[in-house]
């Protein structure tokens, strides 16, 4: 990697629903939190100048990529690729694949990120498909769900190499040490699944990672298992199903409340705890969620992404860095031979 | 429907974990509840005779049907119904389905009440692939996931029929008037999901329904949808993974009770009402899920089935006769034309 001194992230400025503003000031805390750490913002200067002016914020005007487009969530990848090399995700995922910088992060239009990603970075040799993944809190800690949906119809040898790229990342980003895998599947038996789910099970068995074959639904919420590999369709619902549970408890102890007057004053005295135990529900505090596969850092962030998010998905680019992650990931890739076949002769 | 007098509901006394106790529990205390109702237990005579001996309780023995064999929870579906036709499950179903009851109840091994009832009852004309519905309290009410797990690989015409089979549920039990029924995908958009998925909002959309096409995961918990029609496999996951979520509340509860004097001072204040909150979330409190698509009522219960979730489920079972599900369902399928084609010319 080309950087001896500070580690550089370069920030998609454009990319959230309160793009450039909540962008902005995450980069800011961000640098503030680690010397070593250098931003650059990609995004219209003009836009990211007023926010600065407007706040009085001083940030190096020098670290501003310029970029006269931008990819908006209502977008097409593809198109927006073909479309948009002007754009805020176009001039700075180009800026890192040139070796001007050593991580990307965007909280943009999620497919978009994912294509431009691929397109510019390309894949790590020996991958059909990258993934991105999404950290679940579980009893323990994290379970990370590999793919959370950046493909829809994910074969079976997709999914071996998600368990492959996603226990190198959980190893590596996760601290731990030897992280488990399993295939989500409807039973713990190995004669459960779907057709691919079961076919995943004998393709990442020779793999030599510390594999639990099948696991279910409830064991990602148990942290039976760091790892969970399953289709991109399955864990995209998942990950927006686990979204609306907070949603759905907080309306639970809302109408709880107005059953009485000693209700309310109960759920009022407990407030403050409830929002201390939700806060640890809550994913997009912990920094965004990584893509992997590709010949480069990018991390994805929640559109809607507080500074907090931001500031922990830069701090995220950083450690990956500096953890030479796509190394990593490259070298695990290179000594396996995924079965593109799927198991058959 | 034969039955000019009370309502009978057969129950599966061997079936749960803790059968046939809290079986017959249950029935006892339905009967009480609903003196239109009468409850025929199907199980080992001597074994059910033991329990009302020892907890000193009364039952009109002539109404057990006397059962020499048991499916148990690790019985493969299809090789019980070979070799148990003794059992409580095929004596039980037959008994209903010769006319002398009315519905039937199983706490038992999930598959296999499936295909027993699926072999003995044969499936509603018009019909390719039975299912089985899970109820997920969500904000509003209850969404109804078809299918939660009968069929690991549903093709599209199957989620056509569950769209089907559910809203007419839906309507009938869930005493919603028009009840609108989504595919669960991972976008809004028509152009979003999988291969399935997708086609199956094609073949669902002339179907006469109060359609509303995609839905994603966080709709089910948000009460957006009345019905959410998936795959099995994706469907049993999600079921699995909501049952997950009271654990890890309850973990991360305890987990900020013991950082500190006052706050475990403040969780015991809120404990009971922690408990009546997370009592809406324990859906086995509903009374079981139906099996819809086979001529005849099958309420399938949870294998941890309290005496109370036994109950409801009898209640439940007795309410499905009363309101002549059957017809309702066999009358709504034979309207519909299903493109076993998927679509394809």
């Not at 001083?58 to 977008?75: A, G």
């Not at 920094?287 to 010949?295: A, S």
């Not at 070298?331 to 076949?341: K, L, P, Q, Y």
Request: glycine share 10%; aromatic share 6%.
């Amino acid at each position: 990697m080309p950087n001896p001194g500070k580690c550089k992230v370069v920030l998609d400025a454009m990319g959230g629903d309160f793009a450039p503003e909540n962008e902005i000031l995450g980069a800011i805390q961000a640098e503030k939190e680690d010397s070593n750490l250098e931003v650059w913002l990609a995004g219209k200067k003009d836009e990211i100048e007023k926010v600065l002016r407007e706040k009085n914020l001083q940030f190096d005007l020098s670290r501003i990529i310029d970029s006269e487009q931008v990819v908006t969530m209502n977008d097409l990848p593809v198109q927006a690729y073909k479309e948009k090399q002007g754009s805020s995700l176009a001039k700075g995922l180009n800026f890192v694949k040139n070796g001007d910088a050593d991580a990307f992060v965007s909280a943009g239009n999620t497919g978009a990120v994912m294509t431009f990603s691929l397109m510019i970075y390309r894949k790590i040799k020996g991958i059909d498909r990258p993934t991105i993944g999404t950290l679940m809190p579980c009893i323990g800690g994290f379970c990370t769900i590999f793919d959370a949906g950046a493909s829809v119809d994910s074969k079976a040898h997709h999914l071996a190499e998600y368990a492959v790229l996603g226990s190198i990342y959980a190893r590596e980003m996760l601290n731990k040490p030897n992280p488990s895998v399993g295939v989500l599947s409807v039973g713990e038996e190995e004669s459960k699944g779907n057709e691919i789910s079961k076919k995943a099970v004998q393709l990442i068995k020779p793999l030599g990672l510390n594999f639990k074959g099948n696991v279910e639904g409830k064991d990602i919420l148990k942290g039976n298992v760091d790892v969970a590999v399953c289709d991109g369709f399955t864990g995209n619902i998942i990950l927006k199903f686990a979204e609306g549970v907070t949603h759905l408890l907080k309306h639970l102890i809302k109408e709880y409340a107005e059953e009485g007057f000693f209700k309310k004053i109960r759920v009022g005295l407990f407030k403050s705890s409830l929002k201390s135990i939700f806060s640890k529900l809550n994913y997009e505090n912990y920094g965004g969620v990584p893509l992997l596969g590709v010949n480069g850092i990018t991390i994805i962030g929640h559109g809607s992404s507080s500074p907090l998010a931001i500031k922990n998905m830069i701090h995220k680019a950083a450690e990956a860095h500096r953890k030479d992650l796509i190394s990593k990931l490259t070298e695990a890739v290179a000594s396996r031979n995924f079965d593109h076949n799927e198991g058959n002769p």
